[in-house]
Structures are given as C-alpha cells and as structure tokens.
Nanobody, 126 residues
C-alpha cells in the first residue's frame, strides 16, 4: 500500500499562493489517482480535487475551481496542489490520498481512497 507524505503548508496572507506536495514511499505513485481533501476546525473533511494516474484528467470542488490546480511528476513520484488567490476560508489541514487500486479514478468521495497522508496545515490570514 502506498504511503503518502504532504509538505508545503504554512501561513500566508489572503491573495498569496502556496504549493503543496504529496510524496509517495513504499510503492510507486505513478499508477494511482491522487485526491486532495481538507478539513477545517470543527468541520467535516471536504473534497478539494482529484487527478488521474496520468495527469490527463482532473476535477475540482466548485469552491476552488479556477484557483487550485493539481499536477503530478511521476518521475519524482510526487503530486502537487498549486493554490492561488488564497482566501481565509481555505484555512485547513490538507490531506492527499490514493485509492486502493491502480488506474482507478475516484471522484469526490473520501471513502474511495484507502491511503492517506498525515496532513499539512495551511493558514490564510486576512
């Protein structure tokens, strides 16, 4: 089972950009779709976006569409979440996740993902 580690979180101001990374160990990530989710204090975990194994397909939550972009470098075994025009409401712990099966392309349900990273905190000040 692939193991995931997020990095790149931090404290930024509204309007700034930030890029999160999701690195894999224990297995190659290049045949797995990767999803990004986030959880703010006192709220349920919510879907952010997903990219398929090749990077050719992606989908995003309406709240981040046009501002966030997921990309991947299968040589580096890493997936990225580029976040632009950040807003205070983007403040959350961000998680990356992978499904159990290679080539399976989940949409927005957390239950479709089997492997999760530990999360990285993103804080956007106004």
């Amino acid at each position: 089972q692939v193991q995931l580690v997020e990095s790149g979180g931090g404290l930024v101001q509204a309007g700034d950009s930030l890029r999160l990374s999701c690195a894999a160990s224990g297995a190659t990530l290049k045949t797995y779709a990767v999803g990004w989710f986030r959880q703010a204090p006192g709220k349920e975990r919510e879907f952010v976006g997903t990219v398929n194994w090749s990077g050719a397909m992606s989908n995003y939550a309406d709240s981040v569409k046009g501002r966030f972009t997921i990309s991947r470098d299968n040589v580096k075994n890493t997936v990225y979440l580029q976040m632009n025009s950040l807003k205070p409401e983007d403040t959350a712990v961000y998680y990356c996740a992978a499904p159990r099966s290679s080539y399976y392309y989940p949409r927005d349900r957390a239950t479709d993902f089997a492997s999760w990273g530990q999360g990285t905190q993103v804080t956007v000040s106004s």
